[in-house]
């Protein structure tokens, strides 16, 4: 055996369909793509969208609302969270990396302080915002907030 007689498996390889190569090889005419219209026609491509000349159905239904692109958006932490974070960790101050170091947030999150729930844990806070009832708590119990930017 060598390697110019070898062969493929019987029946492994088709012969590819020669399209639009008269009508004695029962593949003329038409060339398997129907009669009329633009599917039939050379240079055919199909519009994303495209309904065949009726109105699409992204045109029929309405835009509505607005996305406002200055918008900034916050992860919130509420005082109960802080609190059961002090009082299992032993903190007295609580920043972003303490908050990236127990999985409540990811290092780029915008942080804002939510009033949610009860603090007793004298706490330094430092956040991106406070609420007006999260500063209340922290500061009714001796604690300090600090805004970073």
């Known amino acids: 055996m060598n390697l110019s007689s070898l062969k493929p498996a019987e ?6 369909k020669r399209i639009g190569r008269g009508q004695g090889s029962g593949r003329g005419g038409t060339s398997t793509r129907g009669h009329k ?14 309904e065949g000349g009726q109105m699409p159905l992204q045109r029929t239904s ?58 007793t844990a004298k706490l330094s806070v430092k956040a991106h915002a406070f609420s007006k009832t999260a500063v209340e708590k922290i500061q009714a119990v001796g ?7």
């Open 11 to 16: 029946g492994s390889v088709k012969k590819r």
């Open 37 to 50: 219209g633009a599917k039939s026609r050379s240079g055919y491509k199909n519009k994303i969208g495209f």
């Open 62 to 119: 309405p835009k509505f609302g607005f996305n406002n692109k200055f918008r900034v958006e916050y992860k919130g932490i509420n005082v109960s969270t802080l609190q059961s974070l002090a009082e299992n960790k032993g903190l007295d101050t609580i920043d972003i990396e303490t908050l990236v170091a127990n999985g409540l947030v990811a290092r780029k999150d915008l942080v804002k302080i939510l009033g949610n729930g009860d603090l």
């Open 143 to 149: 604690g300090n907030i600090e805004k970073i930017k």
